[in-house]
DNA sequence: AACGGAAAATTGTGATCACAATTTTGAGAA
DNA sequence: TTCTCAAAATTGTGATCACAATTTTCCGTT
C-alpha cells in the first residue's frame, strides 16, 4: 500500500534553526504550528532584511535550512506570497521579489499615509510601561548602530514603531503596514550595507518626547519626519544604485526628481 | 464507514464550479495553477459578498465544492489567512472574520487614505479605452440595482473602483486596497441584503466626470465622498445589527450548552 | 577550444495517507 | 424529557510519493 510514517518520531525539528530562525524568538511554542513557526521565521528574515531582493527561494532547502518538512515551508510561502513578500514567478519559481523606484515610492507612500494615523490613535493608550518598552527599543537601536550589528538594528526599529503602533485598536492597519515593512526589508538591509548605518534616532527621540508630552501633532510630525529621512537616504541610494547596476534599468529617475511623485497629502 | 473515496473520477474539475466560482472568470486557463484558479474564486466570493461573516470554512467541503483537490485550497486558504480575508482560530478552525466596530472604522480609514491617492496617481494614464470600462461598469452597477441582483452590483462596484486605481502605476497599493476589499466584502453584503441596495452612483458619476476633465481635485473629492456614502450607511447598520444580532444568528450551534460557541479570535 | 544537446538533478504542484484534535451523533441513565 | 458520555464522523496539519517543468551538468561533436 503505502509507505506510511514510521513510528518513531522522524521530525527533528528544535536543534538549531539557526539557518535563519536565528536570533528570533527561539522559545518554542509546542501549541503553534509548525507553519506558522515558519512563517515567524521567514516574515523575521525579512523585516531584517537578512535576505537579499532577488535571492532565490527552495522549498526543499528551505525546509532543511529550517528543520522542518516541505509542508510548513509551502504554507508559509504562499502566505508570504500573498503579502507581496515573496514572488513567484511564471517559472513558478519564488524569489525575493526586486526592488523598483515605482514600488519604493508606493511603499513609502503606505507608511506615509498610516504610521501617522496608527501613531496617532495609540498615544492614549500608551502607558509607562509601554513607553519603557519604547525606550528600550530606541537604546537597543544605538547600542546595535555602534556595534555595527544592522539586523539587530534593523529588527529594533521595527520593534520601536510597532511597539507604539501595536498600543492602540489598530490592529487592521498595523496588519497591512506588517505587509508593507516586509516588503521593503530586504532592500532596506541591501542600502544600509552599502551607506552605513545612519542614525535617526533624533526624530525617534523626537516621537518618544512626543508621546512624553501627550502631544498628538508633534507625535505625527515626528513618525512623518522619520519616514521621510528614512525616504531620502534610500531614495538616494536607489538613485546611485540604478546607475551602477544596470544602466537603463529605470530612466524613469528623471521623473522622479522633475515631477512631484505625489505626497499631496490629504 | 467513513471512507468517501469514490471509486471512479477522483478530479472532476471543469464542469459547473457553479458552487464558489460561478459568475466569475469561467475561462479556465490551463495554464493557471489550481490553487490560483481556488485562489481567485475565493477572493471573487468574498468581494461580492457571497460568503457570510462569522461562516466556517471546510476545507474538504470546499473541495468537493470547487471541484479540486484539497492541496490547491489549502494553499489558497493559507494565502487568504495571510491577508486576513480569513481567520484561523486556535481550534485550527477557518472561517470568515466577524466584523466589529473597531474593525469596521480601521477598513474604511484604510479606504479613505488609500483610494483617493490610487485615484490621483491614476487619472493621467486613463485613456479612452479604460474610461469606456469604467463606464460600462457603472451601467453594470446601475442594471444590478434595479434588478436587485446584489452580487453583481458589488461585483460591478468593485470593478469600477479598481479599474480606475489599476490604470496607474499603484500595483502595490492596490494590493494593499484588494486585501481590504476581501475584508470587508462579505459584511458589505450581509449590510446590503438588509438595508436594499442603495444607489450610490451618484459620486460615481462625479468621478467619471471629473476624469473626463482631468480634474484631480474634483476626482479625489468624489472617491472621498463616495467612500463616506458607503461608510455612512454601512455604519449605521453595524448598530442596528449589534442591537438584533445573537438572535438567531447560531441556532444550530446555541442548541446546546447555550450559546458562546466561542470565536474569540485573540 | 567552443558550442549543442541529451541526461541528470532540482524545482513547485498536487494527491493520498496518517493522525491528533475537535465536533457531532447516538444511546443509555437519571 | 434532560443530562451524560462514549462512539463515530469531520476537521486541519504534516509526511510522503508522483510528476511535469525547468535548470544544471557534462559529454559529445563541430
Chains 1, 2 share one sequence.
Not at 108 to 134: H, S, V, Y
Not at 154 to 182: C, K, Q
Not at 216 to 241: Q, Y
Amino acid at each position: 500500500m503505502n509507505k506510511k510514517t514510521d513510528p518513531s518520531s522522524p521530525r527533528v525539528i528544535s536543534t538549531h534553526l539557526t539557518g535563519l530562525a536565528g536570533g528570533m524568538e527561539d522559545r518554542a511554542q509546542p501549541e503553534q504550528t509548525m507553519q506558522e513557526r515558519a512563517y515567524q521565521a521567514l516574515r523575521h528574515a525579512l523585516i531584517v532584511g537578512k535576505l537579499p531582493p532577488g535571492k532565490g527561494i527552495s522549498l526543499r532547502a528551505m525546509a532543511e535550512d529550517l528543520g522542518v518538512g516541505v509542508m510548513p515551508i509551502r504554507a508559509a510561502i504562499a502566505r508570504l506570497s500573498a503579502e507581496d513578500a515573496l514572488a513567484v514567478h511564471d517559472n513558478r519559481r519564488v524569489s525575493i521579489p526586486d526592488m523598483t523606484t515605482d514600488r519604493f515610492d508606493q511603499l513609502m507612500q503606505a507608511r506615509l499615509l498610516l504610521e501617522p494615523i496608527c501613531a496617532m490613535r495609540a498615544l492614549g493608550a500608551i502607558d509607562a510601561a509601554t513607553l519603557a518598552r519604547i525606550r528600550a527599543h530606541d537604546d537597543q537601536m544605538n547600542a546595535s548602530y555602534h556595534s555595527g550589528d544592522a539586523e539587530l538594528y534593523m529588527a529594533a526599529n521595527y520593534a520601536f514603531h510597532f511597539e507604539i503602533y501595536r498600543a492602540g485598536p489598530s490592529d487592521v492597519l498595523t496588519r497591512l503596514l506588517e505587509s508593507v515593512w516586509m516588503q521593503f526589508g530586504p532592500f532596506m538591509r541591501k542600502v544600509y550595507g552599502r551607506v552605513g548605518t545612519v542614525r535617526l534616532t533624533d526624530k525617534h527621540e523626537m516621537a518618544i518626547d512626543a508621546i512624553e508630552r501627550r502631544d498628538v501633532t508633534r507625535l505625527k510630525l515626528a513618525i512623518e519626519a522619520d519616514i521621510l529621512d528614512g525616504m531620502d537616504l534610500l531614495g538616494k541610494s536607489i538613485f546611485t544604485e540604478a546607475r551602477e547596476t544596470r544602466a537603463g534599468e529605470r530612466p524613469a529617475m528623471a521623473g522622479r526628481s522633475g515631477r512631484r511623485s505625489g505626497t499631496p497629502q490629504a
